[in-house]
Structures are given as structure tokens and as C-alpha cells.
């Protein structure tokens, strides 16, 4: 059964700092791997989506890298700021059955920025 | 910018009612999810849906029911609610092709009394 395991659960860093999120998946054979924030009592919303064929994805101060085969991924924020702050949910599909396109989603890393 | 709905935003409701959370999408999807989310917890699917009128059930139990009568609305229903059901209830949407991007909702924010 495929876990997501996201390390650290919580960060407070001060403005401007350049940070690192992890995510660890057991099962290597995804479809793709998604990143979201989540604001407090909000939805999701999607900051970057990694093929599997692919190494990494770009999106402004967002960087996110993924290893298939050691069943890892990383979200790079560079130069931080409060309005950074949310909770960062990692999540991959594993393809094939028509469930197996749904998400798994790791418990996330809430993230403080201090200005 | 995401096309999905959901309504409502936060409802409290007494035990034994009977309650439909509505959530609709305009971007064409085939695919419809929902899942559950208890504060502090990682997001679980209970439903979910690759086209009009299949449903299936996701990986956690759930009391609720799901029906998929058109492509842009999925509604989850609870016949009789209990204090057990509070929760955060989250709809996504994505495409037919499995390499395409989810989109989530706002949520529904539901607290039984």
C-alpha cells in the first residue's frame, strides 16, 4: 500500500531564507506526483505537478525535483516570505485503475515565515 | 484558476439530519473525487467518480452516498448525520488522462451537534 511521509511537520524560518520540503513515497511505480498549499480551513491549491517521466518543474520562486526510484521529492522555496505560510501537502497517483488516479496525500509540512 | 465549487462553505447541522454537499465543476472533467479531512490529518479519499453514472468507493469507509448524474456535479449525501461526521469534505476534479493536474474546492466545513 502506497504511504507518503512528509519531514519536517512543522518549520518557522525568518524572512528570506531559501528552504527545502521533503516527501517520501514507499511505492515507486507513480503516475505523477502534485504539490499544494493548503491555507488554514481552505482548499487546495495546486503549485506544481511532476510527471513521472520527469526530474523537476518550475514555477517562480518554486522548484520541485522528484527521484523515482528512491521514492523521494523536494519542493525548493527560495527567498521566503510571510505570505509563504501555509501547509504544503505532497501527494502522488498511482496510475492504472481508475482509482488509482486519485491522490495519496502525505499529513503535510506547516510552514511559518516571520517577517 | 481553478472552475470548482463547492457549497457550502461551513455548515453546522443537529444529529439525525439529513445534509447534501454540492460541488460542481466547469472545466469538463471526467473525473470527480471527494475526501475527507479530520484537523491536523492527511486527506483520504471516500468517493469517487470516472464519468456520469459511476460512482465508486475510496479507501476510507464512509456513511455517505455519491451519485454522478451529469459531468459537473457531484454531490455527497449523508441521510441521517452524526456528531461523528464533522470534518472538513474536500472535491477535486481532473481529467481523463492520468497525467493531468487535480483541482480541489474550498471545502465544505461540516460540525454535527
Known amino acids: 500500500k502506497q504511504e507518503v511521509t512528509q519531514i519536517p511537520a512543522a518549520l518557522s524560518v525568518p524572512e528570506g531564507e531559501n528552504l527545502v520540503l521533503n516527501c517520501s513515497f514507499t511505492?515507486?511505480?507513480?503516475?505523477?506526483l502534485q504539490w499544494f498549499r493548503q491555507d488554514p480551513g481552505k482548499g487546495l491549491t495546486s503549485l506544481l505537478l511532476i510527471q513521472s517521466s520527469q526530474r523537476e518543474q518550475t514555477s517562480g520562486r518554486l522548484n520541485a525535483s522528484l527521484d523515482k526510484s528512491s521514492g523521494r521529492s523536494t519542493l525548493y522555496i527560495a527567498a521566503s516570505q510571510p505570505g509563504d505560510s501555509a501547509t504544503y501537502l505532497c501527494a502522488v497517483s498511482l496510475g492504472g485503475n481508475q482509482a488509482g488516479t486519485a491522490l495519496i496525500f502525505g499529513k503535510g509540512t506547516t510552514l511559518s515565515v516571520s517577517s | 484558476e481553478a472552475d470548482i465549487y463547492q457549497t457550502p462553505r461551513y455548515l453546522v447541522i443537529g444529529t439525525g439530519k439529513k445534509i447534501t454537499l454540492e460541488c460542481s465543476q466547469t472545466m469538463g472533467h471526467d473525473k470527480m473525487y471527494w475526501y475527507q479531512q479530520d484537523p491536523g490529518m492527511e486527506l483520504h479519499l471516500i468517493h469517487y467518480?470516472?464519468?456520469?453514472?459511476?460512482?465508486e468507493k475510496g479507501d476510507l469507509s464512509s456513511e455517505s452516498t455519491v451519485s454522478r448524474i451529469r459531468t459537473e456535479h457531484f454531490p455527497l449525501t449523508l441521510e441521517s448525520a452524526r456528531p461523528s461526521h464533522t470534518s472538513q469534505y474536500l472535491c477535486a476534479s481532473s481529467d481523463r488522462q492520468g497525467n493531468t493536474e487535480a483541482f480541489f474546492g474550498q471545502g465544505t466545513r461540516l460540525t454535527v451537534v
Open positions: 511505492d515507486s511505480a507513480i503516475y505523477n
Open positions: 467518480s470516472y464519468g456520469v453514472n459511476s460512482t
